[in-house]
């Protein structure tokens, strides 16, 4: 018989990630997170906070419990996500540890490199994907101590866009917006010229 898709997903991931810490400050979106993680047959714990989130790493590793991913919101309050990675960085107890920093989209915040953890960056919002893809990467990745942040994703490149709207300012709007993610659009102003825009180019 055929696995189940989440049966899939775990086989996928098998590799050294086991145990992820999802450290978000928003319970809605570390709920979804967790849940997701759990979906791959990972065993998911929480944290709202950066010095919860150092509680419980430090709590795991002296238990034998250690944690081999943590996935965290760039935009925490008080110690953000990319404070958090340097201070998982600087401690013995968690030198080594995989951290997916998630990053919202349109972010012009630069990541930099970050000593003694394996860090790379997911855009927000999270797509299951892109959050597998990291933790793919992540667990088949022997880097060194410190490394060039590895982005998982990279929004809107090479994505061909027809925008239609028949609003001027409105397309003004968002042909800027989607320049910015790399992606400037063709425009139609009518159902008309959508038809004709998509016979002439895919």
Request: proline fraction near 6%.
């Amino acid at each position: 018989a055929m696995a189940d898709p989440a049966a899939r997903e775990a086989r996928r991931l098998a590799g050294p990630v086991r145990r992820v810490l999802v450290v978000d400050d928003n319970p809605s979106s570390r709920a979804v997170l967790c849940e997701q993680v759990e979906a791959w047959r990972l065993t998911a714990d929480r944290a709202s906070s950066a010095r919860e989130a150092l509680a419980r790493l430090r709590q795991g590793a002296m238990v034998s419990l250690r944690h081999d991913a943590v996935v965290v919101d760039l935009g925490l309050p008080g110690i953000d996500g990319l404070a958090l990675a340097a201070e998982i960085g600087r401690d013995p107890l968690l030198l080594g540890l995989r951290v997916i920093l998630l990053v919202p989209l349109g972010s012009h915040r630069e990541i930099a490199a970050v000593d003694g953890v394996h860090l790379s960056v997911v855009t927000k919002p999270v797509k299951a994907a892109g959050l597998r893809n990291a933790l793919e990467n992540q667990a088949n990745t022997a880097a060194p101590a410190s490394r060039p942040v590895e982005a998982i994703e990279e929004p809107g490149r090479g994505v061909r866009v027809l925008l239609a709207e028949d609003n001027a300012i409105n397309q003004m709007v968002a042909t800027a917006s989607l320049a910015k993610f790399g992606c400037p659009p063709a425009v139609a102003a009518n159902g008309l010229e959508v038809l004709e825009a998509v016979r002439r180019a895919p």
